[in-house]
């Protein structure tokens, strides 16, 4: 959520900030139209409560004085009627102008790439080779089926479209890479693990953005909750209304969750394999800043998610997005996408993002700084990877001229000292 003390202060930056991410500015309109109605209100509602007060003691006095206060008093009934009816204005109009900020997104940082979509996207770096194949790559599909590690006509008997079955070696390379990712974060990167439940109340969703705007994204159970869409939703609520010790900061997390997203503004797109599906597992980080290292602490988050695909003798490649193409919560998001020799194109397997202090203001998480003063924290998070992208890249990257797929040094402690995938026999 951004400041409406900005909105009222710089109300043109802010018009073009929600231009440039291809948001209506005239959301910023209407929020300072209902704020003007609001101060208006307040400052003779607090002029009203200043009479009344003043009558109050007035009335004291004459009592005492054995005078005649009728009047006054009189007059101070037709003053508290006021009053409430001014109160409840106040709690409309606060309720109504809160409400539409829910819906304000954050402002891009200064440094992001102005542009419509994704086509302006800029190419910060890419890394590793991507391998020239004697006769064309197979897609994961076929070397999946090829392999019986992947079941998806099955999974379609059992759920409908856009699930994932896997079997026997699929799914223990699905759990080796998961456990890889969380001994790296955890041993290597200095994250403390959090295994969170899958289920989140609507306040933790409006916490990190996710509602109101994306309600019809998410699946909702019963009358309050949600199946989370990603970890950052009850990982970063972990300090919801709390205020933090500046010295603890930065705080790093690490959590393996499913994910579940309806994907309803996906409709016909990737519907061969399991590239965009409903339900997927991710390793997600998050982290807790101060506003002044917050954007180092985002370059240092997307360099341990690029630790992963290097490990994984994967090429990728990172994109700065512009502001087109950002998230409505971030202010600057750099996508991490590995290279699908089997669909030649590049997979986006992590997002890496700074929200500054949209999430926390939100979420009121708060610390201390070392003058005692109380701020809002930065929130940053990124997939530390995204599955079954990571694996999709990973089968068809490592695939051989015979069909079996080699396994990357790094994940073989994990399946048992295993070096391939052969076909079976």
């Not at 003390?5 to 900030?17: A, M, S």
């Not at 500015?25 to 400052?43: G, P």
């Not at 102005?114 to 004697?134: I, L, Q, S, Y």
Request: proline share 4%.
């Amino acid at each position: 959520m951004l400041d409406m003390e900005l909105i009222r202060r710089e109300p043109d930056r802010v018009r073009q900030g929600l231009r440039d991410k291809n948001h209506a500015v005239d959301l910023v309109d209407k929020l300072l139209e209902i704020d003007a109605r609001w101060r208006t209100n307040r400052i003779e509602l607090e002029a009203l409560q200043q009479e009344r007060n003043l009558a109050n003691d007035e009335i004291s006095k004459l009592k005492k004085a054995k005078q005649d206060a009728g009047p006054l008093i009189a007059k101070m009934k037709d003053v508290s009627t006021r009053i409430k009816q001014m109160e409840e204005q106040d709690a409309a109009l606060q309720a109504e102008r809160q409400g539409l900020m829910l819906y304000v997104p954050n402002l891009p940082h200064a440094s992001v790439p102005v542009g419509a979509d994704a086509a302006a996207n800029a190419v910060v770096r890419e890394w590793g080779e991507r391998r020239t194949f004697a006769k064309p790559a197979l897609a994961h599909w076929d070397l999946g089926e090829k392999l019986g590690i992947l079941d998806i006509q099955r999974s379609g008997k059992i759920a409908g479209s856009g699930f994932i079955l896997l079997r026997h070696h699929g799914a223990r390379l699905q759990r080796a890479l998961i456990n890889f990712m969380l001994d790296l974060h955890t041993r290597e990167h200095g994250y403390t693990e959090w295994l969170p439940p899958y289920l989140a109340l609507r306040s933790s969703m409006i916490g990190t953005g996710q509602l109101p705007k994306f309600e019809n994204d998410m699946y909702k159970v019963g009358d309050e909750h949600f199946l989370i869409p990603t970890a950052e939703v009850p990982i970063t609520n972990l300090h919801r209304e709390e205020i933090l010790a500046g010295a603890s900061l930065p705080i790093q997390y690490v959590a393996f969750s499913a994910c579940f997203r309806k994907e309803a503004g996906a409709a016909g797109r990737d519907t061969r394999g399991i590239i965009r599906v409903h339900q997927f597992d991710k390793v997600e980080l998050v982290k807790f800043t101060a506003p002044e290292t917050s954007y180092a602490e985002l370059e240092s988050l997307l360099a341990n998610a690029e630790t992963v695909l290097q490990r994984l003798e994967i090429p990728y490649r990172v994109l700065e997005l512009c502001t087109g193409d950002m998230s409505f919560a971030s202010s600057l998001t750099y996508d991490i996408e590995a290279w699908s020799p089997g669909t030649e194109r590049w997979l986006e397997v992590s997002s890496c993002s700074n929200f500054e202090e949209f999430q926390a203001r939100r979420a009121m998480i708060r610390f201390r700084d070392d003058k005692g003063k109380v701020r809002f924290v930065h929130t940053l998070n990124g997939s530390g990877l995204a599955l079954p992208r990571t694996m999709i890249c990973l089968l068809e990257n490592h695939q051989q001229e015979d069909g079996s797929v080699t396994i990357p040094m790094a994940l073989r402690p994990y399946m048992d000292g295993r070096e391939r995938i052969e076909l079976p026999k």
